[in-house]
T-cell receptor, first 114, second 116 residues
Framework: AQKVTQAQTEISVVEKEDVTLDCVYE???????LFWYKQPPSGELVFLIR??????QNEISGRYSWNFQKSTSSFNFTITASQVVDSAVYFC???????????FGGGTRLMVKP | DTEVTQTPKHLVMGMTNKKSLKCEQH?????MYWYKQKAKKPPELMFV???????INESVPSRFSPECPNSSLLNLHLHALQPEDSALYLC???????????????FGPGTRLLVL
């Protein structure tokens, strides 16, 4: 069985603050895939990033950055200089090696206040 | 273009009604998924279609009946639903599913269903 834990259920920051969303996972697969999705109030899940288990290189995309630490089974997401438009629920997810089971964490609701 | 469309956006139905949710993608993806999401919860997988064949059914009650008429379309037929079935129903697609593929799932905007 696989599991994804997002310990932070809600985070509130003021615009321009940096914020890190935590994600910890459990799996017995040696090959697996990690994702972050954003869900704004409209409901659509927006794909942000995919990281393969054999690639621990961190990634930066604009104000977003991801820190993958296989040793601690964590895949954290940092938003730099947050903006009101970043307000959403963010889900971390784990895809098994077989590619047929995507397990979501409980989600973190981020509120960015002006 | 990573776009999955879903209709309708909102649906209100009585427990004796029959309705259908529709999902469409034109990315050439061969796997399509239905998820159910209750408020303040993560999405839960219901069904997976791979190459137009049902490959996973996560013990979903028979009042939910999926259909994949072709590789671009996925329907979810609803009959005799209960109020607890009220939720956001999300459709997703990916290039493939299973067999070691590491496929990204792209989601539609969802249908918000209210069962009275």
């Amino acid at each position: 069985a696989q599991k994804v834990t997002q310990a932070q259920t809600e985070i509130s920051v003021v615009e321009k603050e940096d914020v890190t969303l935590d994600c910890v996972y459990e799996t017995r697969d040696t090959t697996y895939y990690l994702f972050w999705y954003k869900q704004p109030p409209s409901g659509e899940l927006v794909f942000l990033i995919r990281r393969n288990s054999f690639d621990e290189q961190n990634e930066i995309s604009g104000r977003y950055s991801w820190n993958f630490q296989k040793s601690t089974s964590s895949f954290n997401f940092t938003i730099t200089a947050s903006q009101v438009v970043d307000s959403a629920v963010y889900f971390c997810a784990l895809l098994n090696n077989a590619g047929n089971m995507l397990t979501f964490g409980g989600g973190t609701r981020l509120m960015v206040k002006p | 273009d990573t776009e999955v469309t879903q209709t309708p956006k909102h649906l209100v139905m009585g427990m004796t009604n029959k309705k259908s949710l529709k999902c469409e993608q034109h990315m050439g993806h061969r796997a399509m998924y239905w998820y159910k999401q209750k408020a303040k919860k993560p999405p839960e997988l219901m069904f997976v279609y791979s190459y137009e064949k049902l490959s996973i059914n996560e013990s979903v009650p028979s009042r939910f009946s999926p259909e994949c008429p072709n590789s671009s379309l996925l329907n979810l037929h609803l009959h005799a639903l209960q109020p607890e079935d009220s939720a956001l129903y999300l459709c997703a697609s990916s290039q493939g599913a299973g067999g070691g593929a590491s496929e990204t799932q792209y989601f539609g905007p969802g249908t918000r269903l209210l069962v009275l």
